[in-house]
């Protein structure tokens, strides 16, 4: 049997503020640092080692995992960061308050927008300093592939391309896994594995800094799951 462990980030500053986040590369919140320590702390005394890492470009994943490797004395493991693993783009939403935002548009509104599996929140511009194509992080990125806002269907399609290059071989050469992400990356990747219908994903929410692990058959099929919980 593979085990396979998925861990998102830590409380970040912005999800104690209540703010739409997205690609915002924002911190962790001390509580994040507390969540992703005790991460560590739970793997390592259930007895967990890994080989490999893999977390996305924004330092609220890269943190966790480093705080959690670091618990787990771990830290030289190779780690490959990827924008694939990104959190999903919140385009023009990104900086702005959930609650603020449902008042001014509406709660069912701001549900779809934060929820529905294929509906765009309102886009950015390219001359928006929020754009992505001005960062130097994604300076390898096409202008097709540098989102303006994006769908969880966006999210699976750009995160599945990096699980079947990069993980599935690592997996199936018997590497230990650990993935350090994000709230809607990590749904995008558990609806995929579990094939959760498009109606039924807005119902899976991903708490922070709990280690969810999944134990998969040799084919990478799914057996079962479970967090890691004291
Ligand atoms: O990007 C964000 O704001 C959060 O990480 C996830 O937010 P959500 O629960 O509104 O999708």
Redesign the pocket.
Known sequence: MIRLVLIRHGE?T??KEN????W?DVDLSEKGVAEARAAGRRLREAGFVFDQAYTSLLKRAIKTLDLVLDEMDQLWIPVDKSWRLN??H?GA??GLN?ADTAARYGEEQVHI???SYDVPPPPLLRDDPRYPGRDPRYAGLTEAELPLAETLKDTVARFTVFWDRIIVPSLKEGRKVIISA???SL?ALVKYLDHIPDDKIADL?IPTGVPLVYELDPSLVPLGKYYLED
């Open positions: 970040s912005w999800n703010r739409f986040t997205g915002t959190e999903r919140y939403l990104q959930k927008w934060r929820r994000h709230g809607n749904r929410e």
